[in-house]
């Protein structure tokens, strides 16, 4: 399902909005949340989205615990996009709800499925609101990050990897 978004400053906004969640998810003192655990994490990623315009992005932002089986993951990035056989520049913002299939960490790998929205943009006001679902796999832990793949649509079909910090208790 495709929305249209109506102006590029309105999408920017909503970009913009993405990322100061986020931020402040990761820099609130630790009085200002809500319990002494869960607490937000930061999270790294690289998505490739192969549609009729093909993408690369790098983005960050925070994954935070909602309860112990959702994770809400915001993020916000930029990367490039090729049309007519010319780069452009192209930009993302993620608010993804996913559900944890083994929360309390009783394996090695765990496996999520989630669901959420997509802005993505590129030069000019071509922005687009995109539902995304997506399916993917926690690794195991090394040195206190937790690397994942994920595949799943949102304005074509993408593939993700990702690397967040590990949280003490939870997955």
């Known amino acids: ?4 978004v109506a102006t590029p400053l309105a999408a920017a ?9 986020a931020l402040i998810a ?8 809500a319990q002494q655990h869960p607490v937000a994490v ?11 315009i093909p993408r690369l992005e790098l ?11 959702v994770r809400l993951a915001l993020t916000a990035g930029a990367g490039m996009t ?5 780069p452009r520049a192209a930009a993302r913002g993620d608010a993804i709800a996913r559900f944890e299939l083994d929360p309390l ?4 790998r765990g496996a999520y499925i989630g ?6 943009g590129r030069n000019g006001p071509h922005v687009r609101a995109y539902l995304a679902l997506v399916a993917g796999i926690e690794l195991k832990q090394r040195a206190g990050w937790v690397p994942s793949i994920e595949a799943g649509l949102g304005g074509g079909a993408r593939l993700g990897l990702g690397l967040r910090r590990a949280m003490e208790r939870w997955r």
């Not at 399902?1 to 249209?4: A, C, E, F, T, V």
């Not at 090729?82 to 010319?86: I, N």
């Open 105 to 108: 960490k009783q394996h090695t």
């Open 42 to 52: 930061p999270e790294l990623r690289v998505d490739a989205t192969s549609a009729r």
């Open 13 to 21: 906004a909503w970009v913009a909005l993405i990322a100061l969640i």
């Open 115 to 120: 669901g959420g929205a997509s802005l993505l």
């Open 26 to 33: 990761l820099v609130a003192p630790r009085d200002l949340r």
């Open 82 to 86: 090729k049309q007519d056989g010319l």
């Open 59 to 69: 983005s960050g932002g925070a994954v935070v615990p909602i309860g112990i089986y």
């Open 1 to 4: 399902m495709k929305l249209r």
